[in-house]
């Protein structure tokens, strides 16, 4: 008997060592590491969190190393490593660099942002990146704001649908997103300091939603408090944003950490929902935190919450279970080039093409002249710790260069490789550099007034937007200059703008014919340009903030920048961007969602159904889109919802739905979107929820916000 209980134990021990030696090593590819189940990772967690001291809980809620956490080998707790984005994952070495945030709303194509996120995912894994500090997610209030171009606009739909994209592209490659800088980060003067005065309706349904469909929807695994107060509070010793509403309200149940430097008070942050200070522990220190503790100042209930979040996301990330670095992703990925540069082609809007300037026909160019301040080197994206450096990078002289007399190999005189498409273009061309002073050098005057046309390249750079400052509404000194002596030379000027948001026309709108906003469109920029420019591409990129004419038009003209103290009075409520200029006599020079495009399209058949009915979670509205142009195009068409019955103040009409269809000319597609119950409601503050009032909503349907083709009605009747 003995004798068979050993051999049982025996074979048992061998079949356990051979399943052991023959199971396979996972492979490293993408996205395909199974996330374990909430119960197990549940229980991990808490073997863990028994076998802790304080000490060493203590250790795990302060960074190191500027972008890692502190390991603890004793446990195997792994240090976990973070990159910055949201325009490339770029802490470690070159990496492809996409176009900015506010480019990616531009193009209002959430497919395409799944595509970036993914593409931002295999760069992270490729570099053994566990967390990626991207998307950004602050709405556009004023064109000043130095950080504009890292965010998706000033609407919190669009933003919402943009952020849960790119979220779930990032984490399908079991990668962490990181949505910031949470919340009223609206401006970069003095961040520190401000005070946002904003209240609980504004929050609601401006500078939450993006946040809240996030955490909802995408199960982001990270947020990153801002420098900021609100209302009174740091964010990172704002209970009510981070307990109640983020972590109680939303079921948020991953790590929040501070931004850098962001933390001010270890034991109120300690207490107020930061989970983790980074880049260091420098107030939520064991020296600050042990006596708290002993105090009963901070509960070590509070210490293993802290802890049990950023062990739980590291568990379900499968960052205990295998390396992150996937050494079958390369470092230069040419996927990730290619999904730039369609970024930076859908993004492009177009804002003016009088007398259809644009598309250039390449074949009856003669001479093209380039030339403006971002013209050549590339200007791919602002300033600050969004700045990523690629392996290659296309300036737009290069782009169109390319394009028009493709590189040829120096050995045997043929095309280049994939450049052969284009060949047999006689069009030659000219680049004027400009002075150190950013003047126009007086010889290439006559050289430029005989061009075909004239590809003028202004706006900021790194230097001149960016983080950590805010930006001049005007143009930078100069260039205003510039563009009135080159317009008066040549009546064929395309202005090319790279900025992350409206600049000052005034002084030369009504002088050149043609305007394109690039926003900072990523390495594969120039390339991305030229495809516009001789019509290989239709624009299809449309405005995701309004455009004024004057900043005085601004409904934050008066609060923008702080009076006395250091408090910011969002005293516009939610009537910011279009949901002011829809109620006011002011009209913006480019309204919210408008874009031109090569060819033309026609909507009809509007159908709403239920017409009437109690359910608004089925509300489907469909319509059609052809394309009556003689160019192949694609449309983003627009869906508004308007109360004009509610008992609270609300915008003549508000954003709840898109979609982006490409249609061949002749072509027509039926697009249908869906509506809920929440598409309806207004944040009622005296009752604490999303309220819809039965009654009539119109039902608007239009290529920009303020060019509506089909309207309906739809009936609420509980
Ligand atoms: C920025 C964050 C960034 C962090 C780390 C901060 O200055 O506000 O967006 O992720 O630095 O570089």
Redesign the pocket.
């Known amino acids: 008997m003995l004798f068979m209980v050993k051999m049982r134990r025996i074979l048992v021990f061998l079949l356990l060592a051979l399943a052991i030696l023959f199971t396979p090593a996972r492979t490293q590819t993408q996205s395909q590491v199974q996330k374990s189940s909430p119960t197990n990772v549940d229980k991990r967690v808490d073997a863990l969190l028994s076998r802790m001291t304080l000490q060493e809980k203590l250790t795990l809620i302060g960074g190191m190393h500027?972008?890692f956490t502190r390991p603890i080998p004793r446990l195997g707790i792994p240090s976990l490593k973070?990159s910055?984005?949201p325009l490339g994952v770029h802490?470690y070495g070159p990496t492809t660099a996409y176009p900015a945030g506010i480019a990616l709303a531009a193009s209002w194509n959430t497919d395409l942002a799944q595509r970036v996120g993914v593409s931002m995912g295999r760069d992270a894994r490729a570099r053994g990146v566990n967390i990626v500090?991207?998307p950004?997610l602050n709405i556009y209030r004023a064109p000043m704001n130095g950080?504009n171009f890292?965010y998706f606009g000033e609407d919190p739909y669009l933003a919402s649908r943009m952020a849960v994209s790119v979220v779930e592209g990032i984490q399908s490659q079991n990668v962490i997103a990181?949505v910031?800088?949470f919340v009223a980060?609206n401006m970069e003067y003095d961040?520190h300091h401000i005070n946002a005065v904003v209240d609980e309706r504004t929050l609601r349904e401006i500078y939450l939603p993006a946040f809240e469909a996030a955490v909802r929807e995408a199960h982001v695994g990270a947020v990153?408090d801002?420098?900021n107060l609100v209302n009174g509070q740091h964010m990172t010793q704002n209970a009510h944003l981070n307990i109640d509403i983020l972590k109680h309200e939303w079921g948020f149940d991953g790590i929040l950490m501070s931004?850098?430097?962001?933390t001010y008070d270890g034991i109120a942050a300690a207490n107020a929902g930061l989970d983790l200070e980074?880049?260091s522990a420098r107030y939520m220190t064991p020296a600050n935190l042990v006596p708290a503790i002993q105090q009963g100042k901070v509960s070590v209930a509070t210490i293993n919450d802290k802890v049990r979040r950023i062990l739980r996301k590291a568990i379900q990330f499968g960052f205990f279970d295998r390396d992150q670095t996937d050494r079958s992703i390369p470092l230069y990925d040419q996927r990730g080039r290619e999904i730039a540069r369609e970024e930076a082609r859908e993004s492009i809007v177009l804002l003016k093409n009088d007398g259809n300037l644009l598309p250039l026909d390449p074949t009856k160019l003669k001479t093209i002249a380039v030339l403006g301040p971002d013209a050549y080197p590339a200007v791919i994206g602002g300033g600050?710790?969004?700045q990523t450096t690629p392996f290659n990078q296309v300036s737009f002289l290069e782009g169109i260069s390319n394009y028009l007399s493709p590189p040829v190999n120096p050995f045997n005189d043929t095309v280049l490789a994939g450049m052969g498409e284009h060949v047999g273009f006689n069009a030659k061309v000219l680049y004027a550099p400009l002075s150190a002073k950013g003047t126009l050098d007086p010889k290439m005057e006559p050289l430029l007034s005989t061009a075909d046309a004239v590809i003028l390249c202004v706006g900021f750079n790194p230097d001149t937007e960016g983080?950590?400052a805010d930006r001049t509404f005007s143009l930078p000194a100069g260039q205003d200059d510039l563009i009135r002596q080159v317009a008066a030379l040549n009546k064929n000027v395309i202005l090319v703008i790279t900025a992350g948001g409206a600049v000052d026309m005034t002084r030369w709108i009504d002088r050149v014919p043609t305007i394109l906003q690039a926003w900072y469109p990523g390495e594969e920029g120039g390339d991305a340009l030229a495809d516009i420019l001789f019509g290989d591409f239709s624009p299809s990129g449309k405005l995701p903030a309004s455009f004024e004419r004057r900043w005085e038009d601004n409904p934050t003209f008066h609060s923008y920048y702080p009076q006395r103290d250091k408090s910011v009075a969002y005293s516009e409520g939610i009537f910011l961007g279009y949901r002011y200029y829809d109620r006011s006599n002011t009209k913006p020079l480019f309204p919210f969602g408008f874009g031109l495009s090569y060819t033309r399209f026609q909507y009809s058949d509007l159908s709403i159904s239920p017409r009437e009915g109690s359910d608004p979670d089925s509300v489907t509205v469909s319509f059609d889109v052809k394309n009556v142009g003689s160019r192949a195009g694609a449309e983003v068409a627009e869906l508004y919802v308007g109360d004009s019955h509610s008992t609270v103040p609300r915008p003549v009409k508000e954003l709840k739905g898109f979609a982006r269809v490409f249609l061949r000319p002749g072509e027509k597609k039926q697009i249908t979107l869906t509506l809920n119950r929440r598409s309806f409601s207004y944040y009622d503050v005296k009752n604490k929820q999303w309220t819809a009032e039965p009654g009539p909503f119109s039902i608007l349907v239009g290529g920009s916000s303020a060019q509506i083709e089909l309207t309906g009605s739809f009936t609420l009747t509980k």
């Open positions: 500027n972008f973070m910055d984005g802490d500090l991207a950004a950080r890292e990181t910031k800088h980060n961040r990153m801002s420098y931004d850098w430097g962001a980074m880049p600050g710790s969004s983080e950590g």
